[in-house]
């Protein structure tokens, strides 16, 4: 290769077009929120593991708390029964007889409207991240407010009649 072509290579590849940066989003803010579940997945999370789950298997979500926010991922460990029934709560199913609960399958999570408590931490690079810390019952139904209707302004009230007493130093209010 000649140091021209070199050349031309080299101001071909400055000259063509750079990719888009990619776009930030700001964290969701602390508090409660009301998330959808985008996605569902069952992996193995190489820290989650334990003694009694070794692959450290999970379910997989990912939440988004509207479009100007970032995502919030949640890996639910298999053998962390008691946040599986909190979850199962948030997405209002009740127990079982035998006091299981059945969030049915994977697939079905997508699209489900859940209540949680956001919570942040901070990574080793230092960035800030929304977590749950915690799933939140479903709000029981309230009953519908009236919408707010523009009505027409209503004419001073004047008084019609005289009043019944007077008084030589009455003040007409």
């Not at 379910?59 to 890996?75: M, T, V």
């Not at 697939?107 to 977590?131: D, F, M, N, P």
């Amino acid at each position: 290769m000649t140091i021209d072509a070199f050349e031309e290579l080299f101001n071909a590849q400055q000259a063509a077009p750079q990719p888009a940066a990619a776009r930030t989003y700001a964290v969701a803010p602390q508090g409660i929120a009301d998330v959808e579940i985008v996605a569902a997945s069952i992996g193995d999370v190489a820290w989650k593991a334990s003694d009694a789950n070794p692959a450290g298997t999970c379910l997989k979500l990912r939440l988004s708390a509207g479009r100007e926010h970032s995502f919030i991922f949640a890996d639910l460990p298999r053998d962390k029964s008691f946040v599986f029934k909190a979850l199962a709560a948030a997405l209002g199913s009740v127990p079982g007889a035998d006091g299981k609960v059945s969030i049915g399958p994977v697939e079905s999570l997508v699209g489900q409207h859940v209540r949680i408590e956001v919570g942040h931490y901070q990574t080793k690079t230092g960035e800030q991240r929304a977590c749950v810390r915690k799933w939140l019952p479903p709000v029981a139904n309230q009953p519908a407010t009236k919408p707010i209707t523009a009505t027409a302004a209503k004419p001073a009230a004047t008084r019609t009649s005289k009043p019944q007493w007077e008084c030589a130093d009455d003040i007409p209010f």
